[in-house]
C-alpha cells in the first residue's frame, strides 16, 4: 500500500493505523443540507487513505503523496507545531485535531501520509474525504469511542470553523455513513440517516459521472452568498430555514429577486429527494430520470450555480439518450451525472465529447460510478 510504504520512509516506523474514507456524489437534493432539508448521495470508490501514527507531544508532521515535490522527489513532511501554520489544504487536517481538542478530547500529535485519488476540482468532495479519513483514524488511534455521525459532525466543524467554508453535513456524513450499494438519505435537520438499496445494474442502468474540467472553487465566496440568500429569506419569511416553508406560492409572493429563486429551488428540491425516494420504493427505478432533469433546471435558473460546460454535459447527455441528468455538487464547475442504460454509454459519452469539440473545450473525463462503502479501516 502506497500510503504504508511512504510513511516507513518518511517517519522510519510502521503507521499504527490506516483509514480509507470516500468522496461523493450527490444523486439529488443539492444545496438543501444547509437549508435543514433532504439530501441523498452516494460513497464512490475513489477517496483519500490516512496513515496514521501517535506522537508524544502535540506536533503533527503532514506528508501527502499528492503534494509539492519537485520532479523525481518525494514530498518532504510539513512540521505543524501551531495552528496558524496550516496553509491551503493542510488546513483541513488541522482543522480535525483542533475540533477533537474544542470539543474536549485528549488528542496529542500525530505523524500522517495522506494518499488520494479522488478527482480534483471534480465537485466529489476530497476534501470531505480527508477530513473524514483523518478523524476516524485519529478516533480509533486515540480509542475515543466516538460515533459515526459525531465524527461527521467534528469533521464539518473543521471545514466551517477552522477553514472557513460554510458547508452543511452532506459530504460528511455521506463518507462516514454510506454503505456499499445504497445511497444514504439524510434529515439534515434531524441528521437522522437511512441507507436505502440501489441495485442499478438489475436495471440495466449506471451512473455516468462526466467531469467537465470546470474551475470548482466553493471558497471563493459564491457558496457562501447563496447561503445568505436562504439564511435572509428564512428571516423574510418567519422561519426557522426554508425546509419548513409549507406554502410555496404564499412564500414567493413576499419576496422578489434572488431570496425567491433560492426559495423555489430550496423547496421544490426537496420535494424532489422525497419524490425520489419514493420512486426507489416502488422499484421504479427507470423512472427518476425526470426528477433530475427538473433539479438540474432548478440549479440552473433558480439557483444560479451552474456552468456552461455542465449545462451542455446535461444537454448533450440527454441528445444521447440519458434517462437523466444533472449537474451534482455545489456548483460553479466540477460534475455533471447521468443515469444511462448500459446500451447507452457509449452513445452518451460520444455526444458529450463532441458537443465539447464544437466548442473548443478540453474533452470532459467519464467515470462509471459504483455505490461504494463509507470509511473504513485498511488497518
Known amino acids: 500500500m502506497r500510503a504504508v510504504d511512504a510513511f516507513r520512509a518518511a517517519y522510519g516506523r510502521d503507521p499504527e493505523r490506516v483509514w480509507h474514507a470516500p468522496g461523493r456524489v450527490n444523486l439529488i437534493g443539492e444545496h438543501t443540507d444547509y437549508n435543514d432539508g433532504f439530501v441523498l448521495p452516494f460513497a464512490v470508490p475513489w477517496g483519500v487513505t490516512a496513515a496514521v501514527s501517535r506522537r508524544d507531544d502535540d506536533t503533527i508532521r503532514l506528508l501527502s503523496l499528492q503534494g509539492s515535490g519537485g520532479e523525481g522527489q518525494a514530498p518532504e513532511p510539513l512540521v505543524i507545531s501551531e495552528y496558524d501554520q496550516a496553509q491551503g489544504w493542510s488546513r483541513y487536517v488541522v482543522g480535525v485535531f483542533w475540533a477533537l481538542r474544542e470539543a474536549g478530547h485528549a488528542v496529542r500529535g500525530a505523524d500522517i501520509v495522506i494518499d488520494g485519488d479522488v478527482p480534483q476540482g471534480a465537485g466529489l468532495s476530497s476534501s470531505a474525504a480527508l477530513e473524514v479519513s483523518v478523524a476516524m483514524a485519529l478516533d480509533d488511534l486515540y480509542e475515543l469511542g466516538l460515533a459515526r455521525l459525531d465524527l461527521a459532525l467534528l469533521s464539518q466543524k473543521a471545514e466551517n470553523d477552522f477553514v472557513g467554508m460554510p458547508c452543511g453535513i452532506m459530504d460528511q456524513a455521506a463518507s462516514a455513513l454510506s454503505r456499499e450499494g445504497h445511497v444514504l438519505f439524510m434529515d439534515c435537520r434531524s441528521l437522522a440517516t437511512r441507507n436505502v438499496p440501489l ?19 466553493l471558497a ?25 416553508v409549507t406554502d410555496l406560492a404564499a412564500a414567493l409572493a413576499r419576496l422578489d429577486g434572488d431570496e425567491r429563486k433560492r426559495v423555489q429551488h430550496v423547496v421544490t428540491e426537496n420535494h424532489r429527494v422525497e419524490a425520489l425516494i419514493g420512486l426507489l420504493r416502488a422499484g421504479a427505478v427507470r423512472e427518476i430520470g425526470a426528477l433530475l432533469n427538473a433539479s438540474h ?55 458529450v465529447v463532441k458537443a465539447y469539440e464544437e466548442r473548443g473545450w478540453a474533452a470532459p473525463r467519464f467515470f462509471p460510478a459504483s455505490l461504494a462503502a463509507g470509511a473504513h479501516r485498511l488497518q
Not at 440549479?299 to 444537454?315: G, H, K, M, T
Request: aromatic share 4%; proline share 1%; charged share 30%.
Open 199 to 217: 441495485d442499478l445494474a438489475a436495471e440495466g442502468l449506471q451512473i455516468l459521472i462526466i467531469d467537465t474540467g470546470a474551475h470548482h472553487e
Open 220 to 244: 471563493d465566496g459564491q457558496y457562501a452568498r447563496r447561503r445568505r440568500d436562504c439564511e435572509s429569506a428564512a428571516a423574510h419569511l418567519g422561519v426557522r430555514a426554508l425546509r419548513d
Open 297 to 351: 433546471i432548478s440549479l440552473r435558473d433558480q439557483y444560479e450555480v451552474s456552468s456552461p460546460e455542465l449545462d451542455v454535459a446535461v444537454e448533450a447527455s440527454l441528445r444521447g439518450g440519458a434517462r437523466g441528468a444533472r449537474m451534482t455538487g455545489g456548483g460553479f464547475g466540477g460534475s455533471a451525472i447521468a443515469l444511462v442504460a448500459d446500451d447507452r454509454a457509449d452513445q452518451v459519452r460520444a455526444e
